[in-house]
């Protein structure tokens, strides 16, 4: 049986002072190098290169299925794409500007089936911890999407001012792909429950937000710096 491990973290949407949601510990990112190990400590006759070979292909040939408008069942989630914006007219033409494919994704049948087996254990509060609820594009005011870069996000959340002597401490954009930091020189605003931070002229790509900071509460900060990770991917185009 699997098991996901969860803490019970300030809930900042209620005035009640004991209120707690679930927050699952992070156990990392998997990805298909990953993967393939899994599938050699399970047994197979491949070798790695040729099972990565053949996953880099899968995801391949869904991204080429899906863009030309097939809907894909993985066994893992369906998925399907749709068009986002007003057309004027029925000669009006799709403008980039107006418009934008998006990608959605639902559940399979099977990833609910595994997720109502899984044990669900509770390891402790956190209500000390920084916590990001919510990122804003300025541009765009897309919320927990994509961001832009060279321009300001805002950062809504608790404990999040950015305080403390350590070098570590700081707002960083990590990109999924390869793990390289980007730390984010220009803060805004640095107040504890919101910052605005400029976006440094990232690639494109997926990337995680991660906040490391010093600060407790008032003006107090502790010894050791802490961090945390938003739960939401955010994308520069």
């Given at each position: 049986?699997?098991?996901?491990?969860?803490?019970?973290?300030?809930?900042?949407?209620?005035?009640?002072?004991?209120?707690?949601?679930?927050?699952?510990?992070?156990?990392?990112?998997?990805?298909?190098?990953d993967?393939?190990?899994?599938?050699?400590?399970?047994?197979?006759?491949?070798?790695?290169?040729?099972?990565?070979?053949?996953?880099?292909?899968?995801?391949?040939?869904?991204?080429?299925?899906?863009?030309?408008?097939?809907?894909?069942?993985?066994?893992?989630?369906?998925?399907?794409?749709?068009?986002?914006?007003?057309?004027?007219?029925?000669?009006?033409?799709?403008?980039?500007?107006?418009?934008?494919?998006?990608?959605?994704?639902?559940?399979?049948?099977?990833?609910?089936?595994?997720?109502?087996?899984?044990?669900?254990?509770?390891?402790?509060?956190?209500?000390?911890?920084?916590?990001?609820?919510?990122?804003?594009?300025?541009?765009?005011?897309?919320?927990?999407?994509?961001?832009?870069?060279?321009?300001?996000i805002?950062?809504?959340?608790?404990?999040?001012?950015?305080?403390?002597?350590?070098?570590?401490v700081?707002?960083?954009?990590?990109?999924?792909?390869?793990?390289?930091?980007?730390?984010?020189?220009?803060?805004?605003?640095?107040?504890?429950?919101?910052?605005?931070?400029?976006?440094?002229?990232?690639?494109?790509?997926n990337?995680?937000?991660?906040?490391?900071?010093?600060?407790?509460?008032?003006?107090?900060?502790?010894?050791?710096?802490?961090?945390?990770?938003?739960?939401?991917?955010?994308?520069?185009?």
């Amino acid at each position: 049986m699997t098991k996901v491990n969860v803490w019970l973290q300030d809930n900042l949407l209620t005035p009640k002072p004991n209120d707690f949601y679930g927050r699952v510990k992070p156990m990392g990112t998997i990805k298909i190098d990953d993967i393939a190990q899994e599938i050699i400590k399970e047994g197979t006759e491949y070798k790695k290169e040729t099972i990565v070979d053949i996953l880099s292909r899968s995801n391949r040939i869904i991204i080429e299925k899906m863009a030309e408008g097939y809907s894909v069942n993985t066994g893992v989630f369906y998925g399907h794409i749709s068009v986002n914006g007003v057309f004027n007219g029925a000669t009006d033409r799709f403008n980039p500007e107006e418009h934008r494919l998006i990608a959605s994704f639902t559940s399979s049948n099977e990833l609910r089936a595994e997720l109502k087996k899984t044990q669900v254990e509770i390891v402790g509060t956190i209500t000390n911890e920084p916590v990001i609820g919510k990122v804003i594009d300025s541009l765009s005011q897309v919320e927990d999407s994509t961001i832009t870069p060279n321009n300001v996000i805002l950062i809504n959340g608790n404990r999040i001012k950015i305080a403390g002597s350590d070098a570590s401490v700081g707002v960083y954009l990590v990109n999924q792909a390869d793990n390289t930091r980007h730390k984010c020189e220009q803060i805004i605003s640095n107040e504890p429950k919101q910052l605005l931070v400029m976006v440094p002229a990232l690639e494109a790509g997926n990337y995680a937000l991660e906040i490391v900071t010093q600060y407790s509460s008032g003006n107090s900060t502790v010894k050791e710096p802490r961090s945390t990770q938003f739960e939401h991917v955010l994308i520069v185009e």
